[in-house]
């Protein structure tokens, strides 16, 4: 979940008070305190490369982040649009992904909304005594293990009978038909007014799940407290917190005695810094399951953030993510963990990792989401997720998992510029195509280096965004020998234009001689590009079945060439690749002369 009104100041923070803790991040940096431009808009374009890979250069095991999302709309899950958005990756994932809706305890009538959602699971009969209705958890999990996945159960949030009576006399609410009531409003983010009803509610949870998948499937599933406690999403104190998570974990555990369960789910900013610190000591003062350790980030919040202009108006102010600011969160996060010698080996689950929020608003809102449209996006999130490998290169506490918090949007307009893998008539956007790309990927990380990259050993030095690069990410299969490369070449700002392409020479050594296939993929403005098609039919809102035919043949990962005969002499081979701004290339080295 976003941290919605928490995060309107351009400067990126979350109104909390500065932690002095934060001159101890290696990145030295609080929140960042400047808008969300790029470093250096003058800065000359990259006009040459020069990439080396090592294809027997073994790295260990290639870490996969990308492998999970999530989202608000938890009765989304199962429409139509929702099954096909799940099946589809699930069908060309290399390994099964985390999946965290929002929702599950909130009371409601499982219509899905923009930004809400419930799981309607509690109840009370007239002597308070609890019962459930597991209707809509089923409809929701399977469809998520139908597909191929694995959920992240997200324990959230207070059912409306164990709302408590604080929060109907000091939530401010006045009646309106565009909210539903005190509930729906705010009340659900209380903490639950009897904890021995919540852990129950849990453990019911729990066993449900056990009984209807087994506990073989079960051992995949991650249980998280709550979501952003350290904002408006808690209305509690942090110790209240601290205690309704060790009753949620006992419940759990109570089940499932090797269940792993974890939090608290911050956001980036110094109040979830704060946050972050003190749970992570009241699970060391009280022995607490712990199993994973969750934390957000977000890239930008556009300001102003909703313009309210005339439909198809530019942005007021052009603005872009900033990566950068991203990274300084998840790099002060990770310090904090350090700080714990019995934490800092647990993974950490950046389990909304999003270049901008919110999820749920576009380019009618403001005209700088449009990058959720486009090939901008595909290739901030390759580059995003290096950059993650490359903190774990520099850290003792490691991510393992970077979650998008991105999904489908039902009712939109066609390419309506929310962060969703899907648009109207389940037209897949370009997004989806980097997780193809990633999919493709090997087992094996290989020795990869650009002398065009930005590299992120200071985060002091690289301004609001990072500078236009080229960067690369390698692998080899130990299952065949195929060696993949993963080049791309990306600034932070959206508005960049480049009439040149970027010249890049592409050295792969360690190869065994002989003959070689070479594969060619492309995400770029005329490649894996539904919304570039979409445009180019005239941008309709109501597009025929041939228009439709048109956009969907071209929405997938396409080839930027056909398979060519290539040849390693002395078991090295170099290749030249030109890339337009932004793209990024998938090169697939396959041995022999077939596919």
């Not at 195509?433 to 990259?453: H, P």
């Not at 770029?524 to 025929?544: E, I, K, L």
């Amino acid at each position: 979940m976003t941290s919605d009104l928490q995060r309107i100041d351009t400067d990126g923070s979350d109104n909390g008070a500065a932690d002095p803790a934060a001159e101890k991040n290696s990145s030295g940096s609080g929140v960042q305190a400047v808008p969300y431009t790029p470093a250096d808009p003058d800065a000359p374009h990259v006009r040459t490369a020069r990439v080396t890979v090592g294809a027997g250069d073994d790295r260990g095991v290639l870490d996969r982040p990308w492998a999970s999302l999530g989202y608000d709309e938890i009765n989304w899950t199962y429409t139509p649009q929702g099954r096909r958005t799940l099946g589809t990756i699930g069908g060309f994932a290399e390994t099964p992904y985390h999946v965290r809706p929002h929702y599950v305890f909130n009371s409601g009538t499982g219509l899905g909304l923009p930004h809400w959602g419930s799981g309607n699971v509690y109840h009370e009969d007239a002597d308070g005594n609890p019962f459930y209705d597991f209707t809509i958890a089923d409809l929701t999990y399977d469809t998520i293990v139908g597909a191929g996945h694995h959920p992240l159960v997200e324990l959230a949030f207070t059912p409306r009978a164990l709302v408590p009576d604080r929060a109907k006399e000091e939530f401010a609410f006045e009646s309106s038909p565009t909210l539903y009531s005190e509930y729906e409003a705010g009340w659900w983010s209380y903490p639950p007014k009897d904890y021995a009803k919540w852990g129950g509610l849990v453990a019911a949870l729990a066993q449900h799940c056990l009984d209807r998948y087994g506990e073989e499937e079960m051992s995949h599933w991650l249980w998280e407290l709550w979501n952003e406690p350290d904002i408006s999403y808690w209305r509690g104190t942090p110790e209240e917190f601290h205690d309704l998570y060790e009753v949620a974990a006992k419940a759990v555990r109570s089940v499932l005695p090797t269940a792993r369960v974890g939090g608290p789910t911050v956001t980036g900013g110094d109040k979830g810094v704060t946050f972050l610190r003190g749970f992570l000591t009241a699970c060391s003062e009280r022995d607490l399951p712990l199993d994973f350790v969750s934390f957000h980030t977000k890239g930008a919040a556009f300001s102003p953030w909703r313009t309210y202009a005339p439909i198809g108006a530019p942005a007021p102010t052009k603005q872009s993510p900033s990566m950068a600011k991203m990274l300084r969160e998840i790099d002060r996060m990770l310090a904090v963990m350090e700080e714990f010698p019995a934490y800092t080996g647990l993974p950490a689950i950046v389990d909304e990792c999003d270049a901008s929020v919110p999820a749920h608003w576009g380019i009618y809102d403001n005209a700088n989401f449009a990058y959720r449209n486009n090939e901008y996006y595909p290739v901030f999130q390759a580059k995003l997720m290096k950059k993650v490998l490359d903190l774990n290169a520099r850290h003792a506490a490691q991510v393992a998992e970077a979650t998008t918090w991105s999904f489908s949007m039902e009712g939109e307009r066609y390419f309506e510029g929310t962060r969703s893998f899907v648009t109207a008539s389940r037209i897949e956007k370009p997004l989806m195509n980097a997780y193809r790309a990633f999919a493709q990927l090997g087992d094996r990380r290989i020795g990869a280096t650009s002398d065009a990259a930005v590299a992120v050993d200071d985060l002091t030095a690289v301004g609001a965004g990072l500078a236009e690069e080229v960067d690369v990410l390698a692998s080899r299969s130990s299952a065949d020998g195929r060696v993949a490369v993963l080049v791309w070449r990306h600034a932070d700002d959206q508005y960049a234009e480049d009439d040149a392409p970027t010249v890049v020479d592409l050295q792969v050594d360690g190869l065994t001689p002989g003959a070689w296939t070479l594969q060619h993929w492309r995400i770029d403005r005329d490649h894996s590009n539904s919304h570039t098609v979409w445009q180019g039919v005239g941008a309709p809102q109501d597009p025929t079945a041939e228009q439709l035919a048109a956009i969907t043949q071209r929405q997938g990962l396409e080839r930027f060439a056909d398979d060519a005969r290539v040849t390693a002499d002395g078991g090295a081979l170099t290749l030249q690749v030109q890339l337009p701004l932004p793209s990024l290339s998938l090169l697939v080295l396959v041995p022999g002369e077939g596919a």
